[in-house]
């Protein structure tokens, strides 16, 4: 069994930078995929971006592109999600997920969240 | 990018049959994902690939896909199914796309 934890909660000022880590235990194949999926305060889920630790190679959704980077440590079992230019729109609580492979469609399991409040 | 359609709420007695749409433009074609999500809690997968479910989910959980609407049905439904509900696909970006999100009341 996966399991995702990831760091405590984040304030941060308008334009800004978050570095938000989740780390990895357990039953992990070696070719596992991690995206990250925010949620605004009641608000659905979105997709922010993902990467494959083994490759290295992240994508993201357009409306984050060049504002965010997702990295992995493959030595500690662990993704990083950087959002840039912080904005008051940006509050929300991140979440990453898990997907056994990249050819895998579905998340599971899902870390716990971490809040991050952008506010002056 | 795709779009899927779910109603915003739901209310259903417990015993009784919750079934929680979504719609999108021949989602038949592709694999439907649902995730159950309770206050305070991340989501978490209760059905995979349209109608498989993960192990530790009850049968009372079953899904259907079909045409231009997909279908999460629990059965006999109990006061810990209150909860938020979202249907997820690969889109046609070749990245995720989720449902609105239907919230679940238990009368």
């Known amino acids: 069994q996966v399991h995702l934890v990831q760091s405590g909660a984040e304030v941060k000022k308008p334009g800004s930078s978050v570095k938000v880590s989740c780390k990895a235990s357990g039953s992990t194949f070696s070719r596992y995929a991690i995206s990250w999926v925010r949620q605004a305060p009641g608000q659905g889920l979105e997709w922010m971006g993902g990467?494959?630790?083994?490759?290295?190679?992240?994508n993201y959704a357009q409306k984050f592109q060049g504002r965010v980077t997702i990295t992995a440590d493959t030595s500690t079992n662990t993704v990083y999600m950087e959002l840039s230019s912080l904005k008051s729109e940006d509050t929300a609580v991140y979440y990453c997920?898990?997907?056994?492979?990249?050819?895998?469609?579905?998340?599971?399991?899902w870390g716990q969240g971490t809040l991050v409040t952008v506010s002056s | 990018s795709y779009v899927m359609t779910q109603p915003p709420s739901l209310s259903v007695a417990p015993g009784q049959t919750a079934r929680i749409t979504c719609g999108g433009n021949n989602i038949g074609s592709k694999s439907v994902h649902w995730y159950q999500q309770k206050p305070g809690q991340a989501p978490a997968l209760v059905v995979y690939?349209?109608?498989d479910r993960p192990s530790g989910i009850p049968e009372r959980f079953s899904a259907s896909n079909s045409g231009n609407t997909a279908t999460l049905t629990i059965s006999r439904v109990e006061a810990g199914d209150e909860a938020d509900y979202f249907c997820?696909?690969?889109?046609?970006?070749?990245?995720?796309?989720f449902g609105g999100g239907t919230k679940l009341t238990v009368l």
């Open positions: 690939d349209d109608t």
């Open positions: 990467v494959i630790p083994l490759l290295g190679i992240a």
């Open positions: 997920a898990h997907q056994l492979t990249g050819d895998v469609k579905w998340f599971d399991p």
């Open positions: 997820q696909v690969w889109g046609t970006s070749d990245h995720p796309v």
